[in-house]
């Protein structure tokens, strides 16, 4: 079992910038970010293994940055030049095993 705790959502103009945070319970080699708006499916934002490999939704490219403190077992989004499209509740992710765990969910909003 895994428990993922996140932090850093939160409320910011259009062309801010936002670090998102997720700590886990234990050492995971891949974990990522994901979000959600009502009425459509949980898409894929950002992810990053334990030896740096990352990957990226073609939508957050050049503006978003996933990184990891393997010490911490903690991941991080950093989001800049955002959009109202980014609004969303976006929920850390992380796999063990072929076994999805997630966080509770942060929302973030765009808006001016």
């Known amino acids: 079992q895994v428990q993922l705790v996140e932090s850093g959502g939160g409320l910011v103009q259009p062309g801010g910038s936002l670090r998102l945070s997720c700590a886990a319970s234990r050492t995971i080699f891949s974990m990522g970010w994901y979000r959600q708006v009502p009425g459509k499916q949980r898409e894929f934002v950002a992810s990053?293994?334990?030896?740096?490999?990352?990957n990226y939704a073609d939508s957050v490219k050049g503006r978003f940055a996933i990184s990891r403190d393997n010490a911490k077992n903690t991941v991080y989004l950093q989001m800049n030049s955002l959009t109202p499209e980014d609004t969303a509740v976006y929920y850390c992710?992380?796999?063990?095993?072929?076994?999805?765990?997630w966080g509770q969910g942060t929302q973030v909003t765009v808006s001016s």
């Open positions: 990053i293994t334990a030896i740096g490999s990352t």
């Open positions: 992710n992380a796999k063990s095993a072929d076994v999805n765990y």
